[in-house]
């Protein structure tokens, strides 16, 4: 409710009474000479009169039991500071100094013990109020001895003395709404609403706040199964003592407070019980009504052994979001604070929802932010593959906490042959569309991967697959594939920025690869180069986002890199390569305050490569002695490696895979040994069906080849190429 402040009972000189500002309208006084400036009251919100001896101060809104033969001519001061409510019978709010007001039966001439004479300084640095002249007694001070308190304007009754008009709180109410809802406004999550409410309450509007919210907390439309539970979920309190810095010191009591010890942690609201009722009715009530009386024991707990704040010094008010109730937040009051009035109800009402809404944002907005992260989860690799001759590390950093979600993704993907694909991509945008829309390019890029294409190739096929999800599907995309066994290493770029390759003397260099157009511009050919990749050497893969900010281009942040990468390297020396982990968070540490504009995808390979004399190559023709002759040079390879212990299962193997092969193949079979941390064996044809694993039967000549492989080998598969298949199994050394 609000009032507008205007009194047309004693309209003030030089306004007039008709005008809608009313008694604001002030009249201006040359200030009078002839006695000494009186200094502004510190702590009241008081201002001080026209300087002068013979101008006594009125308000704005007379106070009960102030002054009423006023100049009509003085000025009148501003409402009293919000946060700071006038006490009854005179007494001081929570806080307040001691010299601020002197006490009412302060003979004349004389000054209160505590009080500040005129022209001092008030304890804290507070001004001393003013003093009416001839008396020892404050300007405007209520509850003068023989003189009778003003009614109130509104209901005709007498006010008590030392207490604010009903339309002076109104208007403290009102500010006091308003800056408790900003600030409750201001929260994102659930802890930051719930602890703003109980900040902006305590101590300015109760003594002690407790929130209860449901448990579990219903998501939107979702309807909640179960009971109805309400889980303590804050409490505060105004503190018993203050620290010198005017903070709370954390000085422990000898006995709890009622107000400390009020509230349990769990309670279940029961179907038709005087709380359940309570807080289908919404609206806050006062604790001194039935309903509430017998709703308290059930929320705070049966088991209490403390009494209730008597008369009207609790509210409860229930806390109901779009569409259902969530929680309840009771306020409480001390004895020595003046209860709760009727429009305080209307206060809690608005911080009640206020903070019920605020509660169902903040829970909306948590489940989007963990569906963004599962999203952004499962899009990238969970795990790196474990390759032969390569070591692998990732990093992603999102744009913002706010940003979760972007287009950029990496990947390695095992090929046939022991080589390996690394892959990594940006899509346009920060939003769940360039999530999805990343999440079928990385589905496609692994499909063609497997398929054995050229990186070219791959990248045409990316490029029509992004014009199919649409004509503003836009992304860039660099796609490399290192052989192991050749140390050669095959990139095409479609407009991505260039990888840069660290040397194992410590050079850095950036390589040279055509940019190419990004991926859905459509119409266009990509085209690849083939690389040294040395062993101890490190590539490095990265989106822009690493490179580009609102502080520099592009091609700055990529000479910075490589500068970075260069100094890395000198740390650990010319011989040996720094750790692959740390060389990618030292590189992230070149990321300046202002330059985390972009999500950023990184992968870095370390080349160990496949030594020439741990690799065994031969061409078999397909001839029926060719499964005898696979025996004998796997034999020998594995003598000449120290490995005889596995040459019988090796030689057993080997022959059933080159019986099929040879069996339908119309060109030379390859056969290769590769002895890394495992041994393994690859079989390849031109034959472009791949073998499956079947259960023979008993009168079956045949079919038992796989079965030996998939009991005896430590694992095995077939990739299909685009020249036909391989069949690879892999042995435990040793």
């Not at 289908?280 to 705070?300: I, N, S």
Request: charged content about 25%; some cysteine.
């Amino acid at each position: 409710m609000t009032e507008h402040p205007t009194s047309f009972d004693r309209p003030s000189t030089g306004g007039d009474p008709t005008d809608p500002r009313g008694a604001l309208l002030r009249t201006p006084v040359p200030p009078d000479t002839s006695g000494p400036a009186l200094p502004a009251q510190g702590r009241t919100g008081r201002t001080p009169t026209a300087a002068g001896a013979g101008s006594p101060g009125t308000f704005e809104h007379a106070q009960p039991g102030a002054e009423q033969a006023a100049e009509p001519d003085a000025h009148r001061p501003r409402p009293v500071s919000e946060g700071v409510p006038v006490q009854p019978d005179g007494g001081q709010p929570p806080g307040a100094r001691s010299g601020d007001v002197p006490p009412a039966d302060t003979a004349p001439g004389d000054v209160a013990a505590g009080a500040v004479p005129p022209g001092d300084v008030a304890p804290g640095g507070g001004p001393a109020g003013p003093v009416r002249p001839g008396s020892g007694e404050p300007a405007g001070v209520a509850g003068r001895p023989g003189e009778a308190p003003e009614p109130d304007r509104r209901t005709g009754q007498p006010t008590a003395p030392g207490r604010p008009t009903p339309m002076r709180r109104d208007g403290d109410r009102l500010r006091f709404v308003g800056a408790a809802t900003r600030r409750i406004a201001r929260g994102m999550d659930l802890d930051e609403i719930v602890m703003g409410l109980c900040r902006a309450t305590v101590p300015t509007f109760a003594d002690a706040i407790l929130v209860y919210l449901r448990e579990p907390l219903p998501v939107g439309d979702e309807r909640p199964t179960g009971p109805l539970v309400l889980r303590l979920r804050r409490t505060d309190r105004i503190p018993a003592e203050r620290d010198t810095e005017g903070g709370f010191a954390p000085v422990p009591q000898p006995e709890p407070t009622e107000l400390e010890t009020v509230g349990a942690e769990l309670c279940e609201v029961r179907p038709g019980s005087a709380l359940a009722e309570v807080l289908r009715g919404v609206r806050p009530v006062f604790t001194d009504t039935p309903a509430a009386h017998a709703a308290l024991p059930e929320l705070l707990g049966e088991e209490r052994d403390f009494p209730l704040p008597d008369g009207r010094r609790a509210i409860l008010a229930p806390l109901r979001g779009r569409r259902r109730v969530i929680g309840a937040a009771l306020f409480l009051r001390g004895p020595e604070r003046i209860a709760f009035e009727a429009d305080d109800l209307l206060v809690a009402a608005q911080l009640a929802t206020h903070s019920a809404l605020g509660i169902d944002k903040a829970v909306l907005y948590g489940r989007e932010a963990y569906i963004a992260d599962e999203l952004q989860r499962t899009m990238l690799p969970e795990n790196l593959p474990r390759c032969t001759g390569v070591r692998l590390a990732s990093r992603y950093l999102p744009a913002a906490e706010t940003a979760r979600v972007g287009g950029d993704w990496y990947d390695a993907i095992p090929l046939p042959g022991s080589r390996v694909a690394l892959v990594v991509g940006d899509v346009m945008g920060h939003s769940m569309t360039s999530a999805a829309i990343m999440g079928q390019l990385r589905t496609t890029a692994q499909t063609l991967a497997g398929l054995d294409l050229p990186p070219q190739e791959v990248l045409h096929h990316l490029d029509e697959q992004a014009q199919r999800l649409g004509t503003d599907r836009m992304a860039t995309c660099l796609y490399a594939v290192y052989d192991p066994v050749t140390h050669r290493i095959t990139v095409a770029n479609a407009g991505h920025p260039p990888p840069v390759l660290l040397h194992l003397g410590g050079h850095a260099e950036v390589l040279r690869v055509p940019a190419g157009a990004p991926i859905g511009v459509g119409g266009v050919d990509f085209e690849a180069v083939e690389l040294d990749a040395p062993a101890g050497a490190t590539l490095l893969l990265y989106t822009d986002g690493l490179v580009e900010s609102r502080l520099r281009d592009v091609w700055t942040g990529i000479e910075q890199l490589r500068e970075r990468l260069a100094a890395t390297a000198q740390l650990t020396g010319p011989d040996h390569p720094p750790p692959l982990e740390a060389l990618c968070d030292e590189v992230l540490d070149m990321l300046g305050p202002g330059d985390r504009d972009d999500d950023i995808a990184l992968l870095a390979a370390r080349f160990d490569g496949i030594a020439p004399s741990d690799v065994a190559y031969w061409f078999l023709e397909p001839e029926d002695a060719a499964p005898g002759k696979a025996r004998r040079l796997a034999r020998r390879a594995l003598a000449r490696w120290g490995m005889e212990d596995l040459t019988d299962s090796v030689e057993l193997l080997v022959s059933e895979v080159v019986t099929n092969a040879v069996r339908y193949a119309s060109k030379p079979v390859t056969l290769r040994l590769l002895r890394t941390d495992v041994l393994r064996c690859e079989v390849g044809d031109d034959v472009p069906q791949l073998p499956r694993l079947r259960q023979a039967r008993a009168t079956d000549e045949g079919g038992r080849g796989l079965y030996l492989v998939n009991r005896l080998a430590r694992r095995w598969g077939a990739t299909r190429l685009s020249t036909g298949k391989v069949v690879w199994f892999e042995l435990n050394r040793g």
